[in-house]
DNA sequence: CAGAGTCAGTTCCTTCAAGGAACTATCTTG
DNA sequence: CAAGATAGTTCCTTGAAGGAACTGACTCTG
């Protein structure tokens, strides 16, 4: 699909990119978490070409971020649902929030508020260590080299 | 530069897809977090095209993610630095990294691995609650139209 | 029955952005 | 002086996005 072929880097951050390293399939990804599921809703709600719409579609499906499920059988129609896999991509919009809200909103302030079912409360998404629960930014890491990683990259 | 004016959507993910939302951009953004700076060492480092770079890079200083200082008067040189804006979008780049390490390093594990400082050991990224603490994830919450939501998005 | 409407795409043409290669300018070094 | 290094810029080609129209399969209404 693309040009450069991002998938075949090694490098998580590149093969990520690979699947979502455009603007429509994240968004698409945000109105499926948020409840849209149909074709024509999407379009309509995104405003994008059907063309587009149904490339992208085909292909989040391909990658196993989105499952096709079919409501109707004649004429076959499908809706679109996240798998496990997509539902861990939806992390990423959490944080894309977050660095929209901060840098992005202006005055008028944050379009979407994000209520935490848990205590109730408006939040936003905090990185932390997997290990130790402190705080984790990318400042607070050091880089090493992995197993998967390999020269010609 | 895209085609369709994200930057002008009430979604603060749309906004956040407008800096950032190809492959090029997060991936310079990873190298200069990794510490490397100059034109040269990047066009090498991540093979991409040289006019591309160039547009990227200026695109990443307009938006105010990178900062460019001169490291030379004659000629003049400059290199390119994360700004506080651009530090904060290499969370983006953690998440990506917990995605893409689970998702698709198959067998051959990792390609990076992240060490926290504060607890010396190889982590990822967990996503918790501003408020409570505890995890969140998309799943975790609800969704309530904001401030900064308005008409015609 | 025919026509209109709805839905989920597909096709075709135009435009824009990526990619690749070469070029330009400014320096340093031998 | 020529060669090499660096940071771009220019030009041409190619691939992807966008927009509009079309297609096919249905339902509903007059």
């Not at 698409?28 to 587009?52: N, P």
């Not at 409501?71 to 977050?98: F, I, N, Q, S």
């Not at 935490?116 to 290990?131: D, F, N, T, Y």
């Amino acid at each position: 699909m693309q040009r450069t072929q991002f998938g075949a880097m090694a490098c998580s951050i590149a093969r990520t990119l690979d699947v979502i390293g455009e603007p429509w399939s994240p968004l698409i990804l945000r109105d499926v978490y948020a409840g849209t599921h149909r074709f024509e809703q999407l379009q309509r709600g995104l405003g994008m070409s059907r063309k587009v719409l149904a490339e992208r579609l085909s292909w989040l499906v391909d990658q196993g971020v989105l499952a096709r499920r079919e409501y109707c059988a004649r004429p076959v129609r499908h809706e679109y649902l996240l798998t496990d896999k997509g539902r861990e991509l939806c992390d990423l919009l959490l944080v894309m929030v977050r660095w929209g809200d901060r840098w992005t909103a202006g005055e008028a302030g944050p379009p979407v508020l994000y209520r935490h079912h848990a205590c109730g409360r408006i939040s936003h998404v905090e990185l932390r260590c997997s290990e130790c629960e402190q705080p984790m930014r990318a400042t607070d890491i050091d880089l090493l080299s992995g197993p998967g990683a390999h020269r010609g990259s």
